[in-house]
């Protein structure tokens, strides 16, 4: 079997060009692969169009690229505590679609399986499916809605991308990944949308077939952190007791 090991995040993006589009996996700070986003920034590809739940956060995660203007295009459902990306999208600087948070994560899957859409009934009657959401640059177009017993349902496009960068709890040589509770969260769904996904892996192991969460199939390149690296993880809002 092929061993898809990379010595650095660095070599993981190295093939990485201006305008590519990605696909990241994360829920706010939890399960985002920082360290893969930062190896991005240093090469300081531009014009990049990204997949994600949320836009990271100021100064972090894909909120360092966002800031640095490396993002034209966000397709997101939630703009979050992001102010930077609140101004980008109000100021026409960035074009912004947002979409229900599950038909996010059925348009990714289903572009990992080959399903090319699909209906649902999140959105119907709402912005999402009769057009005229600000996306920044301008203003979402309507989506074909039919009617299934009786209910009504929007048509929603399947999600692929040329990379997905995502992160693991563990791996193994192979690319079968292993998430730590919800640090899970979109990192699989972003993993099958990826045309080359990219794990960066806090473990590198070998794994019963039964605990395999996501298979290496869908992973075309291991990133193994250091351990500096695997415990450096942000903290989006610190709350204490007194």
């Known amino acids: ?9 660095a070599e993981a993006v190295a093939d990485v060009r201006d305008g590519a589009s990605f696909a990241v996996g994360g829920f706010g700070l939890s399960g985002v692969p920082t360290v893969l986003i930062q190896a991005l920034h240093d090469r300081n590809v531009r014009d990049l169009a990204v997949v994600s739940n949320n836009c990271g956060v100021d100064g972090g995660g894909l909120g360092v690229l966002l800031a640095d203007g490396r993002i034209s295009r966000v397709t997101a459902s939630y703009i979050g505590e992001n102010k930077e990306f609140a101004r980008r999208l109000l100021a026409g600087e960035l074009e912004v679609e ?10 990714l899957r289903a572009g990992g399986c080959g399903i090319p859409a ?49 992160r693991a709890a563990r791996a193994d040589r192979h690319g ?13 769904l972003a993993a099958m949308a990826g045309r080359v996904t990219i794990a960066e892996v806090e473990e ?4 019963d077939p039964d605990e395999v969460h996501l298979p290496g199939v869908f992973v075309q390149r291991v990133v193994v952190l250091t351990p500096a690296q695997a415990v450096r993880k942000g903290i989006e809002k610190l709350t204490v007791r007194a």
């Open 1 to 9: 079997m092929t061993d898809k090991v990379v010595a650095s995040a």
């Open 176 to 188: 079968n990944l292993v998430f730590n509770k919800s640090a899970r969260n979109f990192n699989p």
């Open 118 to 166: 699909f209906y649902t009934p999140a959105g119907v009657g709402t912005q999402v499916a009769e057009g005229g959401m600000p996306m920044g640059t301008g203003l979402s177009e309507p989506k074909e809605v039919r009617r299934f017993d009786g209910r009504e349902y929007v048509l929603e496009h399947a999600i692929t991308t040329d990379y997905a960068l995502v």
């Open 98 to 107: 947002l979409v229900p948070q599950g038909s996010l994560a059925e348009r």
């Open 204 to 207: 590198l192991t070998d794994l």
